[in-house]
């Protein structure tokens, strides 16, 4: 039996990843699309199926649907996804999971009163390239892993949102709220969790808007720059960068540097993972390119939460997961803000 989804939101997530996911899906039936631009809903229906919804609490409380897909922008997730975990929907939400923790604690709250599943889309531990990493980790291959070292960065959402201008929703305070920190910062502080299976406990950041400016010449009102440094529970440090203005290539780096070597995860585009021991041994994996804001590829995720939905398993990114990415990314706003380091306590239940 096919699982009836509902989209909300059809912009370029939605159109890029989810919806045509869905589609391909064997087991899955596009049902319902809501955009507050219907003209949106309804090219994303009729190239993928499915009916446009007149609200996206249509959706959320369709008897018929089972899962929902929040690809609304940030400020609305606790909302949305809040409502329909409360009916009973299984969701998959877009990163950041919410613009606040606390907003975030009602989601977690709302899926353990009804037993629904909240997944998040931290779509990095999908790719078979950190995959293959965290195999190599878990192998004892690299020895304890010392440092580290990641970047992501492009040249900027105005390039990439349905609303291909600076007046995109990513670029204003009420809706985006963090910038590129929530933007792209909070995929990889999830990709430090995953790959290290540590926890960060201890984050100073600096921010800048350097770059961007709105629609009116002005500034923008959120960070295009982030830079952090991170110490993790096992005592592993390391940095991480984050950028709206990395022209010319996205840079979706990952370097770890460990007691018996380096492992480079697409470091150079010839190579998905090198790996360089401490002998001075190099080799390459293999794996496939990640996927970059101009070329897509299947990212898994759909099929993840398909299947934790059908097998009731835990999904591999949890709305935990989720929470402590964002308790991540507020500690360095914080730090940012005051010039202090902050320390983290994973106290949340
Ligand atoms: N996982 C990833 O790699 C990834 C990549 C890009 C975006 N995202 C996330 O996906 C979400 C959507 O981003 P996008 O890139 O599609 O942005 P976008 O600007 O392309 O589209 C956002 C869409 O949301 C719609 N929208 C606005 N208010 C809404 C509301 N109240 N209810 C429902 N829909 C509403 C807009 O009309 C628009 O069509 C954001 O949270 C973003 O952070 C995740």
């Not at 993928?48 to 690809?71: F, M, N, R």
């Not at 990513?170 to 809706?175: D, E, I, Q, V, Y």
């Not at 401490?278 to 994996?285: I, L, Y």
Request: aromatic share 6%; net charge negative.
């Amino acid at each position: 039996m096919s699982i009836k989804v509902g989209i909300i939101g059809s912009g370029s997530i939605a159109n890029e990843r989810h919806a045509p996911e869905y589609h391909h899906h064997p087991n899955v039936e596009l049902f319902l699309v809501y955009d507050p631009n219907p003209d949106r809903a309804q090219k994303l229906v009729a190239k993928h199926g499915g009916t446009v919804a007149a609200s996206w609490q249509e959706v959320v409380h369709h008897p018929e649907v089972q899962a929902i897909s929040d690809c609304s922008t940030n400020e609305m997730h606790h909302i949305i996804t809040t409502e329909a975990l409360l009916a009973g929907k299984h969701v998959l939400c877009e990163k950041p999971i919410a613009t606040t923790s606390e907003g975030a604690q009602a989601m977690l709250a709302a899926a353990k009163a009804t037993g629904a599943i909240l997944m998040v889309d931290h779509n990095q531990r999908l790719v078979i390239a950190h995959q293959k990493a965290r195999q190599i980790i878990d192998s004892g291959e690299l020895g304890r892993i010392l440092s580290f070292k990641t970047s992501f960065g492009h040249k900027g959402p105005e390039h990439w949102s349905i609303n291909k201008t600076n007046a995109t929703w990513f670029f204003k305070k009420n809706r985006s709220a963090l910038g590129v920190a929530g933007d792209l910062g909070i995929h990889k502080v999830d990709l430090l969790r995953y790959l290290l299976q540590d926890e960060i406990v201890q984050v100073s950041a600096l921010t800048a808007v350097l770059d961007k400016k709105d629609e009116d010449g002005l500034p923008i009102e959120v960070c295009d720059h982030m830079v952090c440094l991170l110490r993790t529970q096992s005592g592993a440090v390391g940095t991480a960068s984050f950028s709206w203005s990395y022209y010319g290539e996205e840079d979706n780096s990952t370097i770890l540097y460990g007691e018996r070597g380096i492992m480079k995860i697409f470091a150079d585009p010839e190579k998905d993972i090198e790996i360089i021991a401490a002998t001075g041994e190099r080799r390459v994996e293999r794996t496939g390119a990640i996927q970059t804001n101009d070329h897509q590829t299947n990212s898994g995720v759909i099929d993840a939460f398909i299947d934790a939905i059908q097998n009731q398993k835990t999904p591999i990114v949890t709305g935990k997961d989720g929470l402590i990415a964002l308790l991540i990314i507020e500690a360095a706003m914080e730090s940012a803000a005051t010039g202090k380091t902050i320390s983290l306590q994973q106290n949340i239940g």
